[in-house]
């Protein structure tokens, strides 16, 4: 099987891979795990927005009896890239095991990589000399991986969590990775339609660093000067695509900068100038610097993204709404969807159902189901 | 001695139609129009014509034509008509020769070859008529991150921001000393800044009395001749920039000659009427980055941190690495001036053979602040040979934050590109201090065309911007994926940073 796999990676040397897609995501608001089963009704129902060139999952609370270990999602295009990645991962981590994932040899996927998964740690003799802490550690080896090793690629990084995904539409791979088989509180589901052909195993969503997963449905104007920005603080772009760019400037700003996720929306899809100044002095400030000390990452261009996290899921749309997004709410559960039918399909007497405007976030966040925020609807006269 | 220098133009009157109004004779500075009682006829002394086309325009019956001497030298691929002339020039004068304006060599302008980028399909182009388009530009140093205080669901901006600009436009006019221009040309580009809601650089030869109303919208100049400076001054200013060099002019000092150094100019410049006027080729207390350093903070200190210091460079061979430690000597805002920009008076052999093109300049000094992680902390402003909305548009996107215009806005006020402008006569009223011939440029019609310009161009970068499907100008910043190359080297291409079209 393995000799089958053939490199496939990144073709035609375009800037970036453009796609359209369909997202949905759904979180059991009080951490109950649940099956494949829904999700991937829900996904698969917008068929029209996939044509079969990616499909993929990102799966929080799978691996219970691990939940202190990084959860390594590797993906080889040969051997000698497992030979290669392994070698990094044996001298700078610990690792607890070590298995491939399950696949279906018999699925109809064209030229399958090889999927492996480690649950490991630090090794720390190593993470005391480097004076960080165990997610900047893994950051790093994660990025030596991907851009130093051919064919390599660790596609999922964090704690209990995974990602898995691949070329096909998402009931495809679902059916390859036998997801029906695991169990987590939240998924957040990717339906691909990239231009370009064929489609490459790593350009599949959702794109994850640490427990970081982003879904993304869109097209940035603005991916040039994302990149570099990123790229300043330090961040290899190696999988071109707009959903990287996402996932990293999600990394740099929650994590690194520890800006609160409410204003990382703001940074994303910022309010008009008009808007900013039309506020209350202490606001204006806030937004304007905002504005001024991260306009490098505002996403300009049509998107709308479900970035998820332990224990979060959060909806978003640039700020002209330019792709849409609508989320539901029933009982314990938060859907967010690029299309309502979808969330109707599984749950179609829902509690609530939220259109949010441009630019504006949702936000689902587990055991507090108050701290479901919907922003106050901003008016725009345009000019 | 007698001249063998071949009149450059022809002046031609259409006798049929001449009236004898005699206003070309009043127009012209040069004296090339006279009336001969004798015949009853208009003529002209054609080698004193510089191509001003003031007489042109202003003939009430279109009778002047004024068209290239067509008694020319010998072909001559290697000894062009410029070179055999200026030979002869020096021949008879033994000196220098002077020019105006920015280097008009043929050598390549990078504009001209790269094109911009535009939505179809995969996203939708945004129509700057029906959608916003934002273009406001802030300019001064920013913190590398911001910090927040959060508390019981309310979060506070914990970081300040330094003092800097708002320019509602990238577009801001470039420094033009009051010496070298007249009070009208300053008042008028003064009041364009307030209208259009951006900034003009007094230049290095003060602030006149008049203008201090317009300050907000002024960033006043320190210069090695440190003319007008005062703590008034500084204090008066939105902004300070210590000029360094300028693109047409790299490493050269300035020289304003004493006849027009008038009681008016000697006063703003705080210097006795009537003498030379003359900045030193380096700032004699800045003989390397740490001395600039201290004059950053000998301002800041002078003006309690309440301003952004910009410092500005003639771009030449190592930019990069200057620039770089520019930022690192405190600068907020960093100016390349190119070899295409402009001056009043500059050597001819300086300006047509010192520095490196502003596109290759802003590429390599972007790049260079972002390999060292310090891009964001500083504010680029790109300068000399500003054409067009789209010249900005691709200043921006190779990594400039706003642009200077000199020229353009000159030409937008009347001036013809004649490069006399260190004759002190400029017939258009702009490049003099003569007060009988600064009275041709009227400030309130001036104004208004400097600011119908911008408008014009704002206009234009939205439409572009809305082409790209982009909303707002930071995301065309440095965005070389907008750009592509036409007919360039691979060594270009990659200076640029850009990639070839149909890449
Ligand atoms: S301005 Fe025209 S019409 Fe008047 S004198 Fe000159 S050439 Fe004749
Ligand atoms: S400012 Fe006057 S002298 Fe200078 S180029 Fe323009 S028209 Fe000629």
Redesign the pocket.
């Known amino acids: 099987m393995y000799a089958k796999s053939k490199q496939i990676s990144h073709h035609h040397n375009d800037d970036k891979i453009f796609s359209s897609c369909a997202l949905f995501g759904m979180i059991n608001l009080t951490g109950v795990r649940f099956t494949s089963r829904e999700p991937l009704r829900a996904i698969s129902s917008m068929r029209e927005r996939g044509n079969g060139l990616g499909g993929g999952f990102a799966i929080y609370g799978i691996y219970p009896d691990f939940k202190d270990l990084y959860a390594f999602h590797a993906m080889y295009m040969n051997l000698k890239s497992k030979e290669r990645a392994e070698k990094i991962l044996m001298r700078d981590f610990r690792i607890l095991l070590s298995e491939e994932i399950p696949t279906k040899g018999s699925n109809k996927l064209p030229n399958p990589p090889i999927f492996w998964r480690y649950f490991l740690e630090p090794e720390p003799s190593k993470i005391k000399d480097e004076y960080v802490d165990s997610d900047e550690y893994v950051v790093k080896r994660v990025r030596k991986i991907n851009i130093g090793v051919k064919g390599a690629y660790i596609i999922s990084s964090g704690k209990n969590m995974g990602v898995f995904k691949g070329i096909g539409f998402p009931e495809d791979i679902a059916d390859f990775f036998y997801l029906d088989e695991y169990e987590g509180y939240m998924w957040v589901c990717h339906a691909r339609f990239p231009t370009n052909t064929p489609g490459w195993w790593g350009g599949a969503h959702p794109f994850n660093i640490l427990d970081w997963s982003v879904a993304h449905n869109g097209e940035l104007s603005s991916y040039g000067v994302n990149r570099r920005y990123l790229e300043m603080q330090g961040y290899k772009c190696t999988m071109w695509t707009d959903t990287e760019v996402l996932a990293y400037a999600f990394d740099l700003l929650a994590r690194r900068h520890r800006i609160p996720i409410k204003l990382i929306a703001k940074i994303l899809a910022p309010p008009y100038w008009e808007e900013i100044d039309s506020m209350e002095i202490k606001e204006r400030l806030m937004f304007t610097a905002l504005r001024k000390v991260y306009g490098s990452l505002m996403m300009n261009g049509p998107f709308s993204i479900i970035v998820a996290h332990h224990g979060e899921m959060i909806g978003l749309t640039d700020r002209k709404k330019l792709r849409p997004l609508t989320a539901g709410i029933k009982g314990d559960f938060l859907y967010i969807s690029s299309e309502e039918a979808a969330i109707r399909l599984i749950s179609p007497k829902l509690d609530k159902i939220i259109r949010p405007s441009g630019g504006e976030m949702i936000i689902g966040r587990i055991k507090s189901p108050q701290s479901l925020e919907v922003p106050p609807l901003i008016r725009r006269e345009h000019i | 001695m007698r001249t063998y220098l071949l009149p450059e133009y022809i002046v031609e ?1 259409d006798d049929l ?9 009043e127009q012209c500075t040069y004296g090339v ?1 006279y009336y001969n009682a004798a015949k009853n006829i ?1 003529e002209s002394r054609s080698e004193r014509c510089v191509n001003c086309l003031r ?1 042109v325009l ?4 279109n ?2 034509t004024v068209r290239r001497n067509l008694n020319a030298y010998r072909e001559n691929y290697h000894w062009t008509y410029e070179f055999i002339a200026s030979i002869k020039r020096q021949a008879e004068l033994g000196s220098a020769l002077l020019s105006g304006m920015g280097c008009d060599r043929p050598y390549l302008t990078f504009w001209d070859k790269l094109l911009l980028n535009a939505c179809q399909v995969t996203n939708p182009p945004i129509d700057p008529i029906r959608e916003p388009i934002e273009i406001r530009t802030y300019l001064g140093r920013k913190p590398k991150i911001l910090e927040f205080k959060t508390g019981d669901g309310d979060i506070e901006l914990e970081t300040k921001i330094a003092p800097d600009l708002c320019a509602e436009t990238p577009i801001l006019f470039a420094a033009m000393s009051y010496g070298a221009v007249n009070l009208n040309v300053h008042e008028a580009l003064a009041r364009a800044a307030v209208e259009c809601g951006t900034y003009f650089n007094c230049g290095e030869g003060g602030l006149h009395p008049n203008l201090y109303k317009y300050s907000e919208h002024i960033i006043v100049q320190v210069a090695s001749g440190r003319f007008g400076v005062d703590l008034k001054y500084l204090n008066a200013g939105a902004a300070i920039e210590i000029k360094i060099g300028q693109g047409a002019k790299p490493g050269i000092g300035g020289h304003l000659p004493g006849e027009k150094v008038s009681k008016d100019i000697a006063a703003v410049r705080m210097i006795p009427a009537g003498t030379d006027a003359l900045s030193p080729a380096p700032h004699h207390d800045i003989y390397s980055i740490e001395d600039l350093r201290q004059l950053i903070y000998a301002l800041k200190e002078a003006t309690e941190y309440t301003k952004p210091v910009a410092v500005k460079i003639a771009a030449v061979h190592n930019s990069a690495a200057i620039a770089s430690g520019i930022a690192r000597a405190g600068a907020d805002i960093i100016v390349l001036d190119g070899v295409r920009g402009a001056t009043g008076a500059a050597p001819k052999i300086i300006r047509d053979n010192v520095g490196i093109p502003i596109e290759l300049a802003i590429a390599s000094v972007d790049q260079r602040l972002r390999e060292e992680g310090i891009r964001n902390e500083v504010s680029l402003i790109a300068s000399g040979g500003i054409r067009n909305s789209a010249d900005v548009v691709k200043a921006i996107a190779l990594g400039a934050d706003a642009v200077y215009i000199g020229t353009a806005a000159l030409i937008a006020m009347g001036c013809t590109l004649c490069q006399r402008c260190y004759t002190g006569k400029c017939s258009w009223g702009i490049a003099t201090t003569d007060p009988e011939i600064s009275k041709r440029l009227n400030p309130e019609d001036a104004y208004k065309r400097v600011v119908n310009l911008v408008r014009a161009w704002n206009i234009e970068i939205k439409e572009m911007l809305g082409a790209m499907g982009m909303d707002s100008i930071e995301s065309l910043r440095g965005n070389r994926e907008q750009l592509r190359g036409v007919g360039l080297t691979d060594r270009e291409l990659k200076i640029l940073g850009v990639k070839m079209a149909g890449e």
Request: glycine fraction near 0%; charge should be positive.
């Open positions: 009157r139609k001449c009236t004898r109004c005699k206003i070309c004779i129009h208009i007489c202003f003939c009430p019956v009778a002047i």
